[in-house]
C-alpha cells in the first residue's frame, strides 16, 4: 500500500517561513511529476507548485518568487519552502505524486492535507 505524509504545517506570522514535506512510502518503481495544492475555507483547491521527474518547477502567481517545490528522489520526498509567507496563503496544503506502482500501472495519489495559518 502506498501512501504520502506530509509535515511542516503550523502557526506563523505575516513574513515568516515554513518548509513542508511529503514523503511517499511503500512498494514504488518511480515517482513522476510531483505538486502541492491548497485549499482556503470556501474555496476551490488550486494548484500552488509542480516538478516534474527532470526538475522542471512551475508555479502559481500568488506564489511566484516565494515559495519553492524541491524534490529528493532518493527519498521519495518533496518539498515546499515557504517565504515571505501572507495571510492569504492560509490554507489547507495537499501534496500530490504520479506513482509508478506496477509495470503497466501508475496511481495518482494525495497525502493527508497539513494546515497552513499565517497571521497578521
Known amino acids: 500500500q502506498v501512501q504520502l505524509v506530509e509535515s511542516g504545517g503550523g502557526l506563523v506570522q505575516a513574513g515568516g517561513s515554513l518548509r513542508l514535506s511529503c514523503a511517499a512510502s511503500?512498494?514504488?518503481?518511480?515517482?513522476?511529476?510531483q505538486a502541492w495544492y491548497r485549499q482556503a475555507p470556501g474555496k476551490q483547491r488550486e494548484l500552488v507548485a509542480s516538478?516534474?521527474?527532470?526538475?522542471?518547477?512551475t508555479y502559481s502567481d500568488s506564489v511566484k518568487g516565494r515559495f519553492t517545490i524541491s524534490r529528493d528522489n532518493a527519498r521519495n520526498t518533496v518539498y515546499l519552502q515557504m517565504n515571505s509567507l501572507k495571510p492569504e496563503d492560509t490554507a489547507v496544503y495537499y501534496c500530490?505524486?504520479?506513482?509508478?506502482?506496477?509495470?503497466?500501472?501508475?496511481?495518482?495519489?494525495w497525502g493527508q492535507g497539513t494546515q497552513v495559518t499565517v497571521s497578521s
Open positions: 516538478i516534474t521527474s527532470d526538475g522542471s518547477t
Open positions: 511503500g512498494r514504488l518503481f518511480s515517482i513522476n511529476a
Open positions: 500530490n505524486m504520479g506513482l509508478r506502482v506496477g509495470i503497466l500501472r501508475s496511481i495518482d495519489a
